[in-house]
């Protein structure tokens, strides 16, 4: 079979652009083993709080905490769990692939304290806690993961109140104990 020369330049130059990718991606590849272990963490983000009459940004306050990377039995998933200080423990199922952490949607409070703005009442502030669904990703860096989590939708759990809660804008940095 005869290849015209024009076919076999634009074959070669398909070659020199996919090789490079895919011997890149094969370097990338990490193993549950290497994530599997202990994390410190530290969770911050800015989050969208929306009931009747307004909208408002504002900051969900730091959570710390350790994180346990465990290897589940099913091939590439792992049980991430996060052991928040002075809270409840979150268990959290994710699956590995390539560099990145791809986590299934889970259920968290989040305590949000806000600073009121109104001349009357400068300084008083109000904490309220929100049952959120996040989903997310993460990706893998040295000694460390970083998770980016996405509100899918959550709600205030205090009686008497109807605001809702959405982020595009947290992140969690956890950093692996030696």
Do not use: H
Not at 15 to 32: E, F, G, R
Not at 70 to 85: A, H, I, Q, T, W
Not at 143 to 163: A, C, D, H, P, W
Request: net charge positive.
């Amino acid at each position: 079979m005869k290849v015209k020369k024009n076919n076999r330049i634009a074959i070669i130059r398909s070659l020199l652009i996919v090789l490079p990718c895919l011997i890149m991606m094969s370097c990338n590849q990490i193993t549950i083993g290497e994530i599997v272990g202990t994390y410190s963490y530290k969770s911050s983000g800015i989050v969208t709080i929306s009931d009747n009459s307004s909208t408002y940004d504002t900051s969900i306050d730091n959570i710390i905490g350790t994180l346990d990377v465990k290897k589940l039995p099913k091939g590439d998933s792992v049980l991430l769990v996060f052991n928040e200080l002075n809270s409840d423990v979150v268990t959290v199922r994710a699956q590995v692939q390539g560099d990145s952490i791809f986590f299934d949607p889970y259920q968290k409070v989040y305590t949000i304290t806000t600073t009121s703005t109104n001349i009357f009442q400068v300084g008083s502030t109000t904490t309220s806690k929100y049952l959120v669904t996040l989903y997310g990703y993460g990706v893998v860096m040295d000694n460390s993961l970083i998770f980016y989590q996405r509100i899918l939708s959550g709600k205030v759990l205090q009686t008497g109140k109807t605001q809702s809660i959405r982020s595009n804008n947290i992140k969690t940095v956890a950093k692996k104990n030696r």
